[in-house]
T-cell receptor, first 113, second 109 residues
Framework: DAGVTQSPTHLIKTRGQQVTLRCSPKSGHDTVSWYQQALGQGPQFIFQYYEEEERQRGNFPDRFSGHQFPNYSSELNVNALLLGDSALYLC????????????FGQGTRLTVV | GIQVEQSPPDLILQEGANSTLRCNFSDSVNNLQWFHQNPWGQLINLFY???GTKQNGRLSATTVATERYSLLYISSSQTTDSGVYFCAVINFGNEKLTFGTGTRLTIIP
């Protein structure tokens, strides 16, 4: 357990609204990735941040944006929410080097109504 | 992109039984991880095993990188082992974990 904390744990939003999800890492983990997991599927990669820069992005629209702060914590923002954005959002931490072990937070369950 | 296939998709076993879960991947990898997802959605790290064999209590895993597969062994299953098991990989030149479709394990008392 890398001590990854995500907030909030659950969230209900209305279609068209905007949402911000947060991930707070344990010290020593400087790389953060975000994943979306729809019901019954495996997690899908949204993007990864390292040294406050987006290092890689998955196949998600520009409505999904992120930020990494100097203390390595991170935010995921989703604009103009759609019903299909309802999912479990997971934050994963790593340590700089490519291919290193990833540790996941408990996730934020977002419901869009 | 890299393809990750897991088998079987579903497995129902009696408590105390042993099981083997398989993960096949379509390209060379520099990271392979096995996770157990609990009912609350938390992905729990089981093994980081891009190659070789590791053991942790009743669980062990083997990755044969040259043949592009990994196996997760669970011995003397307990009801708390129930859940979905995911294999996930990172291939060279990439940063993201690509997940398999998972194996849903149900252990019956």
């Amino acid at each position: 357990d890398a001590g990854v904390t995500q907030s909030p744990t659950h969230l209900i939003k209305t279609r068209g609204q905007q949402v911000t999800l947060r991930c707070s890492p344990k010290s020593g983990h400087d790389t953060v990735s975000w994943y979306q997991q729809a019901l019954g599927q495996g997690p899908q990669f949204i993007f990864q941040y390292y040294e406050e820069e987006e290092r890689q992005r998955g196949n998600f629209p520009d409505r999904f944006s992120g930020h990494q702060f100097p203390n390595y914590s991170s935010e995921l923002n989703v604009n103009a929410l759609l019903l299909g954005d309802s999912a479990l959002y997971l934050c994963a931490l790593g340590r700089g080097g490519r291919g290193t072990e990833a540790f996941f937070g408990q996730g934020t369950r977002l419901t869009v109504v | 992109g890299i393809q990750v296939e897991q088998s079987p998709p579903d497995l129902i076993l009696q408590e105390g039984a042993n099981s083997t879960l398989r993960c096949n991947f379509s390209d060379s990898v520099n990271n392979l991880q096995w996770f157990h997802q609990n009912p609350w959605g938390q992905l729990i790290n089981l093994f980081y095993i891009p190659s070789g064999t590791k053991q942790n209590g009743r669980l062990s895993a083997t990755t044969v990188a040259t043949e592009r597969y990994s196996l997760l062994y669970i011995s003397s299953s307990q009801t708390t082992d129930s859940g979905v098991y995911f294999c996930a990989v990172i291939n060279f030149g990439n940063e993201k974990l690509t997940f398999g479709t998972g194996t849903r394990l149900t252990i019956i008392p």
